[in-house]
């Protein structure tokens, strides 16, 4: 086993197995993006973007739809690949996770940091004290999926420590 498999978990939570962490992970991902898209639809909501700050309301809405139904497809692709041990449909979730995890801190700093400068400190601290604690918890479930995914990685040969490249073939 490879200096970086000695700091992945080897478990979920203490007591369960990383299939069923990887499960409650894709699982989890679906439901919040139905939940996100339902909100979106029908509250109306102040959305804007990072970069494109200019953009109409409606077509911000339907970015985010576009990639709250990507998230149920990649989430969906998580659990058939954790179901079928097949680290490719995982391979989506675990990349594009990472990314996520990236742009959902900035969110959560850019939106804090706005809402101090507007001198609304009480939804300021509320927005980054929630949103740290929604980000370790991100975080928690994208490294239980990847530790799975590293197993079925070392189980199918293709680790770096399984094979000797270097061996002639006779």
């Known amino acids: 086993m490879g200096e970086c498999a000695k700091c992945l978990p080897r478990n979920f939570c203490c007591c369960g197995s990383l299939r069923l962490g990887t499960l409650v992970a894709g699982i989890s991902g679906i439901i919040l993006a139905i939940i996100g898209i339902i909100v979106i639809l029908l509250v109306n909501v102040d959305l804007k973007t ?12 339907i970015i985010i739809v576009i990639n709250l139904v990507m998230t149920i497809i990649i989430s969906s692709l998580l659990i058939a690949g954790t179901l079928k041990r097949n680290m490719y449909l995982m391979a989506p979730w675990i990349i594009l996770g990472f990314m996520l995890a990236i742009g959902l801190l900035v969110s959560i700093l850019r939106t804090s940091i706005n809402f101090y400068i507007e001198h609304d400190n009480l939804n300021g601290s509320l927005w980054l004290v929630l949103g740290l604690i929604a980000f370790v918890v991100y975080c928690y479930m994208w490294l239980i999926a990847f530790s799975f995914f590293y197993i079925i990685y070392q189980e ?13 073939q006779y």
């Not at 990072?50 to 809405?61: A, E, F, N, Y």
């Not at 040969?157 to 000797?164: F, I, L, N, V």
């Open 50 to 61: 990072i970069v494109l700050d200019w953009l109409p309301k409606w077509i911000v809405q």
């Open 156 to 168: 199918s040969g293709r680790g770096a420590y399984t094979k000797d490249p270097f061996r002639r």
